[in-house]
Nanobody, 126 residues
Framework: QLQLVESGGDLVQPGGSLRLSCIAS????????IGWFRQAPGKEREGVAC????????YIKPSLRGRFTAFRDNAENTVYLQMNSLKPEDTAVYSC???????????????????WGKGTPVTVSS
């Protein structure tokens, strides 16, 4: 059974960077699409980024392109979310999730993800 644990959330100043980790155990990530979601206080959850390594596909929410990227460290069975030039509106709880049923396209966030981590909080504030 695939299990996911997020880490890397922190308090960071506007303009700063963070790298979030989605660490997998119980199965290899080779056949899964990993999605990053975030939920800000009082707002609905939204899909941020998707990464799948086999076959490779990546999708970043258009409004976040240029600041956010997603990639995998194969040796560590981990998918990362690199966030640069952070803004206060990026403040949210970030969660990773996985499914083996999709590729990372523009509609990825609408599909059911079978495996979820518990989330890691990111606060962008001066």
């Amino acid at each position: 059974q695939l299990q996911l644990v997020e880490s890397g959330g922190d308090l960071v100043q506007p303009g700063g960077s963070l790298r979030l980790s989605c660490i997998a155990s119980g199965d290899t990530l080779d056949d899964y699409a990993i999605g990053w979601f975030r939920q800000a206080p009082g707002k609905e959850r939204e899909g941020v980024a998707c990464f799948r390594s086999s076959p490779i596909s990546t999708y970043i929410k258009p409004s976040l392109r240029g600041r956010f990227t997603a990639f995998r460290d194969n040796a560590e069975n981990t998918v990362y979310l690199q966030m640069n030039s952070l803004k206060p509106e990026d403040t949210a709880v970030y969660s990773c999730a996985a499914t083996d049923r999709i590729h990372c396209t523009s509609t990825w966030a609408y599909f059911n993800m079978e495996h979820w981590g518990k989330g890691t909080p990111v606060t962008v504030s001066s």
